[in-house]
């Protein structure tokens, strides 16, 4: 017992700790958080709730739920970046208390301390939990749906509020990133109420049509709203970003079908190690549930629906013709939770199914992630010349020990890992070793890592930009040239016209009455017309 309180308190300060200190010395990176930040600034600035803009220009990419919440939290505490930041970091500690809420009740206190560390300590929680982005918000109402459908199928009395909870969830999630906030959690139901045949019971206690009245009541409003606005400007932008974004490749993000294999390896070590072996295997006990040669546990009922909704995402998502790391992290509760139910096999049992596949897996992914943090320096002075074109600033870093630092940590952790695992008077060590091994990574990169990545990257243009805001009027014009970068028009608080040195509406932009400022990389200064030549 007292373990399990150290453990507790533990989770909450990493938790606190992880997520407070310096959540806004991060400038905003490009493009998604500087577009969400901007678009809630603007929000705030017009007093427009109802439609979204993006440097004054209409924003039909995603829903206004989280610009309200991003714009309360500019209204309480002012407009920086923690508070931009802020609504993602509490809804990351939010979902870390979910986690442990539900696994709890369903399977004990020690499965839910584990279950919460994995969830909390990986590159990927880690990581969109402290961007202004929709995921974090969104997987904690994707996460409540999947979980309360659980609770309330398989309490032992009907809990029709619980029923409500799933529905209202899945309500909120799409009116924070579209139809994808109730495909997620069907994702796993659907699969699971066919493959247990319990859609009649379901159909008895889920009363499934009202579902669809609360999902509606939720979501439908704005939808209607921005309707009757926007008319069909809007439902052509919306069926661009849903329809449009799963057939197509948008903004650059395709990528192979195999692209989300090494984000999941990386993304959610070390736990990642031992997921496949857990899926591989709950999957296939259930094909033998099937065709009724055992009876299924509760325990087993539950990872079964974990395991087809973790499969079921990786595949929807897989097929989505645009796809970026942070889509698969709906998975990452479910998962934290397989491979915790997995880890107490380990420590009760001498050998658990899986063993023998999930420590390769662990050495091979923790050894390659480690040498290749070692040959970043290297890496880095090889594109050096394309990189500076980008970031000019990025000529005069030095990154001296820290990559080799960072990159020990994972090989010796991993190799500690590996070694208590083997251990069988140490292996109930080896999870605190992950723990640790992913805390100090995380901690040699956020207090190194970023601060360089601030100063020579991401820094620069934008201090630009706050200068170009403080001399601008409401009449005068700020360009930027070069990639585009959203971020800018939050720092300046001012419309940025993003173009190319040749582009056709240059002409009459540096004609237009008011003075101009332009934010340009070095290497375009040469790029750039007659007409600019003597700007300094």
Known sequence: MCVLLLAAWLLGVEGGWLFGPDLGALGLTDRDEGSNAEAAREMLETGDWISPTLNYEPRYAKPAFV????????????INEFTARLPSALSGLCLLFLQYVFVRRWAGPTVAIFASCMLLLNLE??????????????????????????????????????????????????????????????????????????????????FPLVGVVLVAAVAAPWYVMMFQIHGEAYWAAAQANTTGRFMNPMEGHGGTLL??????LIGFFPWSAFLSSV???????????????ALATQEQHLECF???WVVGLLLFFTLSSTRLPHYIYPLFPAAALLVALWWKRFLTEETPVGLTASTRVLIGVGYLLGIAMMFVPAVFQLFMKQIAKEFP????????????????????GTMLMRQCMRSDTRRHLALWVGCGMMLIFTVLVARGGLSIYQQYFIGPPQELAVIAGYNLGPDDRLIQFGRKRPSLSFYAKHKVYFLGVN?????????????????????????????????T
């Open 306 to 308: 974990l395991s087809l």
């Open 125 to 206: 929680f880690l990581g969109i939990n402290r961007m202004v982005l929709t995921d974090p918000e969104l997987v904690v109402f994707t996460t409540l749906a999947g979980y309360s459908f659980w609770h309330a199928l398989h309490h032992e009395q009907t809990k029709r509020w619980l029923f409500a909870i799933f529905y209202l969830a899945m309500g909120f999630g799409m009116l924070l990133k579209g139809p994808v906030g109730i495909i997620i959690p069907l994702v796993g139901v659907i699969p699971y109420l066919t493959l247990t045949r319990q859609w009649g019971t379901f159909w008895q206690r889920g």
């Open 67 to 78: 610009y309200w919440l991003i714009s309360g939290s500019y209204s309480l505490f002012g």
């Open 393 to 412: 600033a990025a000529v005069n870093v030095d990154l001296a020990w820290l990559p080799s630092l960072v990159g020990l940590v994972m090989v010796v």
């Open 279 to 293: 899926l591989f295997h709950t999957l296939k006990r259930w094909k033998a549930f099937w065709q009724g040669q």
């Open 259 to 264: 692209f989300y294999v090494p984000v999941l």
């Open 503 to 535: 582009d056709e509406e240059l002409p009459q932009h540096l004609t237009a009455s008011g003075r101009k400022m332009a934010i340009i990389q070095t290497q375009l200064r040469e790029q750039l017309p007659e007409a600019m030549a003597h700007w």
